[in-house]
């Protein structure tokens, strides 16, 4: 299977940071990588899909970029809703789907 | 609106069965892959099994395989996750997913399973 590596695991970041999280694959899943933010309490929700295409509603401050086996979720200006968890999840065709370990933006 | 609505969760016992089941609403249920995922508490994200539009594709996680089977009724919009033999280890919260443009783009709200030793 797949092994997703994310990074980092916390990350303490100021509202206007730019912030950085990626995820590297065991081997090469082309594009197929997507990214989610979750909240305390709340189901997943879907930022990211295709390593770059913006999800409908998504702020456009959240990009993502990558390809082969490293990736990147970017947050151009960190807002006070986007403190949360963001999980990487690739869906390489023929491969079970396995999501990276999680990495927790908080306040500084 | 989409909506998705899990339901079936609860406390079983080590080894016990629980059958989980997701309403969905709001898109033509027919037309989409559909997932299950699940957290443990306090942990990440895991993936469990897909189905396709018809129910004759299934793809699960290697180590469900045999455990878990999930099926679904197109004519009464509903997903269901069948689970046998269950191991403290799947404590979890279930959520129920639309798949579109290959990844889960719609969650529920979750349901949780409790397996007790």
């Known amino acids: 299977d797949i092994q997703m590596t994310q990074s980092p695991s916390t990350l303490s970041a100021s509202v206007g940071d730019r912030v950085t999280i990626t995820c590297r694959a065991s081997q090469t899943i082309s594009s197929w990588l997507a990214w989610y933010q979750q909240k305390p309490g709340k189901a997943p929700r879907l930022l990211i899909y295709l390593t770059s295409s913006l999800e409908s509603g998504v702020p456009s401050r959240f990009s993502g970029s990558g390809s082969g086996t490293d990736f990147t979720l970017t947050i151009s200006s960190l807002q006070p809703d986007d403190f949360a968890t963001y999980y990487c999840l690739q869906y390489n065709r023929n491969s079970p789907w396995t999501f990276g370990q999680g990495t927790k933006v908080e306040i500084k | 609106e989409v909506q998705l609505v899990e339901s079936g969760g609860g406390l079983v016992q080590r080894g016990g069965s629980l059958r989980l089941s997701c309403a969905a609403s709001?898109?033509?249920?027919?037309?989409?892959?559909m997932s299950w995922v699940r957290q443990a508490p306090g942990k990440g994200l895991e993936w469990v099994a897909n189905i396709n539009q018809d129910g004759s594709g299934k793809y699960y996680m290697d180590s469900m395989k045999g455990r878990f089977t999930i099926s679904r009724d197109n004519a009464k919009n509903s997903l269901y996750l069948q689970m046998n033999s269950l191991r403290a280890e799947d404590t979890a919260i279930y959520y129920c997913?639309?798949?579109?443009?290959?990844?889960?783009?719609?969650w529920g709200q979750g349901t949780l399973v409790t397996v007790s030793s």
């Open positions: 997913g639309r798949i579109h443009y290959d990844v889960v783009d719609y």
């Open positions: 709001g898109f033509t249920f027919i037309n989409y892959w």
